[in-house]
């Protein structure tokens, strides 16, 4: 699926989890240097949840603009709507808000339900909803390692990034070893019945961080012996043209326009 | 589960995140003089390692099953600053590659798992372990401790930004009542399972934990 457009390293690493969550496009969403990115849309997200959600317009607005820019980046439309499960619990915990709320009361179909409920359920939707959106735009146009470089660009500390770095690198090691430990059980005869195994499969926990502590140190040995000071060799900053800048203002100036707008006609 | 945009409101979610920056910022330096030579691969296999164990299945009944939050299991495991900084990473990466747990909540997450999770777990891990002998189950009962606080700890944080800035309509008493009462359930799971995790690393190479050498002790990176 991937070639060697985001390979921004020249190198590959096998197929780590954010290459999974990755989707090849050419958009000028793709093309916008991580950094961008990442301030644009959390500028964006931050305008749209400090929006009261009585400004319903807006919310049509935000919408809109989320919308588009996940149909620019030829998000699959699939894909997007599974990631999204994610925030399913909490709209259940949305839906029942009206029912069990005080306040003003109103009859909808055959039910008694409270409006403050009602308006605090469709914020919370409505919200966590487009942040979801958001979440799922930056990491389907964005190779997790671009994510990671853009937090270094934008002077997190080097050792988080690092962290981070190592953490994405070996997740799909980890993940196949207790994959493998999960097969060995099996093979034991080993079956899931209760809580009177979890003996069993504590153990497996305990072996695993053992074998991740030990990759841990194997790896910075390595590292030592291959001349690693602490630092990671320093990123060069990526050339910024004037439609990434258009781009990386328009998404939140149009969040505030928006809601400015609507906002005065309230 | 983490919470999501637009669930409690900015002004409480800058304030909450601007406070566990500090947190993480102290657990940085924590961490560098703790961790010799800045060895991030170890802190990054351990976020690895809370990760994949979060994917671990344990069974309960009837078909539904729990996961360890491993907050508390990850200080006793690797020291309170590598592990602060472990459920940062994975907090963070959760948001932004997984949108588990709001992008302008992520502070709120933070506060609540990375600082008040592992810090108040390693907290009681101390207490519990200076009131038992000094031997190995002694520490292995102190982290079973330390799992089943840490959990109801973290879902008190998440009550106490709920009262300053719900945008929910619940009350807080019912919020509160209904949090405490299903994360001290779940802080049992979580005692159990830390408990005895920690028994099987300390039963093969207590050498790694970190709550057995005791806290004068540095990692050591051979």
């Given amino acids: ?266 | 589960m983490h919470i999501p945009d637009g669930f409690i409101d900015i002004k409480t979610s800058a304030a909450v995140g601007s406070a566990a920056v500090i947190a993480i910022a102290a657990s940085l330096r924590g961490a560098k003089a703790q961790l010799t030579e800045k060895s991030a691969p170890l802190a990054g296999l351990t976020a690895v390692f809370v990760f994949a164990v979060q994917m671990l299945n344990f069974p309960v009944a009837a078909g539904t099953s729990g996961h360890l939050l491993g907050g508390a299991l990850a200080a006793v495991l690797v020291g309170p600053y590598a592990a602060t900084l472990a459920i940062t990473v994975v907090l963070i990466i959760q948001a932004f590659l997984f949108a588990d747990g709001g992008l302008t909540a992520l502070g709120l997450n933070l506060f609540n798992m990375s600082i008040i999770g592992v810090w108040v777990g390693y907290g009681i891990f101390l207490l519990v372990r200076k009131a038992l002998p000094k031997n190995k189950s002694s520490v292995a009962i102190a982290a079973g401790a330390a799992g089943f606080i840490s959990v109801p700890a973290a879902a008190a944080g998440f009550v106490l930004q709920y009262a300053v800035g719900a945008t929910a309509t619940y009350e807080t008493s019912t919020v509160f009542t209904a949090m405490i009462s299903t994360h001290l359930l779940i802080g049992i799971g979580e005692a159990i399972i830390t408990f005895m995790t920690v028994s099987a690393v300390l039963a093969s190479r207590s050498d790694l934990v970190f709550g057995y050498k005791g806290n004068a002790h540095e990692l050591e990176i051979r």
């Fill in chain 1, 1 to 266: 699926m991937r070639e060697s457009g985001e390979a921004a390293h020249g190198h590959h690493h096998g197929h780590d989890v954010g290459e999974r969550l990755y989707i090849h496009r050419h958009s000028p969403l793709h093309d916008l240097p991580p950094h961008l990115k990442i301030v644009s849309l959390l500028t964006f997200l931050i305008i749209c949840v400090a929006t009261p959600i009585q400004n319903y317009w807006a919310f049509i607005g935000f919408a809109i603009v989320i919308t588009t820019l996940l149909a620019t980046a030829k998000l699959p439309v699939l894909t997007i709507a599974k990631r999204a499960t994610i925030e399913i619990p909490f709209l259940v915990f949305a839906f029942l808000m009206p029912f069990f709320s005080k306040g003003e009361r109103f009859e909808i179909l055959f039910f008694e339900i409270s409006r403050p409920g009602a308006i605090a359920a469709l914020s919370i939707i409505t919200k966590g909803t487009l942040g979801v959106l958001t979440a799922i735009l930056l990491s389907g146009s964005t190779p997790a390692r671009e994510i990671l470089r853009g937090f270094e660009l934008l002077k997190m500390p080097s050792l988080l990034v690092q962290i981070m770095t190592f953490m994405l690198r070996y997740m799909n090691v980890i993940t196949d070893e207790m994959e493998r430990m999960k097969v060995a059980r099996l093979s034991r005869g080993f079956e899931e019945r209760g809580i009177r195994d979890w003996k069993f499969i504590a153990g497996t926990a305990g072996a695993l961080f053992v074998r991740s502590y030990e990759r841990g140190e194997r790896v910075h040995t390595s590292m030592i012996a291959r001349g690693y000071t602490g630092e990671l060799p320093k990123t060069e900053i990526p050339e910024i043209n004037s439609s990434n800048k258009f781009l990386a203002v328009g998404i939140p100036l149009a969040a505030l326009i928006i809601t400015s707008v609507t906002g005065a006609l309230l």
